[in-house]
Nanobody
């Protein structure tokens, strides 16, 4: 059964750091573009970062560039998101998502509807 499970969320103060982890199972992980999304109450789900199948190409939303880092470990089927210099506006439920790679895709952040599998999310709360 295909499954993505996020962990690592928590509550921090402004300027703090967290590392989120997403564990994949039941999919051919190395064949998937992976992404992190977030959704705050009353807002739409937004793409935060994505990474290509090999891990060499990464993409970020402007709001997190220079503060967040996405990475993956294909051998362990894990996806990471390092969150540094956190701000209150970063507070949201963070989700990982998997999109099966097809020829010609560069694994840039796509619309949420494009992704094949989703985790249940992990809460990040940043207080001032």
């Amino acid at each position: 059964q295909e499954q993505l499970v996020e962990s690592g969320g928590g509550s921090v103060r402004t300027g703090g750091s967290l590392r989120l982890t997403c564990a994949a199972s039941g999919i051919s992980y190395s064949n998937y573009c992976m992404g992190w999304f977030r959704q705050a109450p009353g807002k739409e789900r937004e793409g935060v970062a994505s990474i290509n199948t090999g891990g060499a190409l990464t993409y970020y939303a402007d709001s997190v560039k220079g503060r967040f880092t996405i990475s993956r470990d294909n051998a362990r089927e894990l996806l990471y998101l390092q969150l540094n210099n956190l701000k209150p506006e970063d507070s949201a439920v963070y989700y990982c998502a998997a999109l099966f790679w097809t020829w010609g895709s560069d694994c840039k952040i796509e619309t949420p509807a494009s992704y094949d599998y989703w985790g249940l999310g992990t809460q990040v709360t940043v207080s001032s």
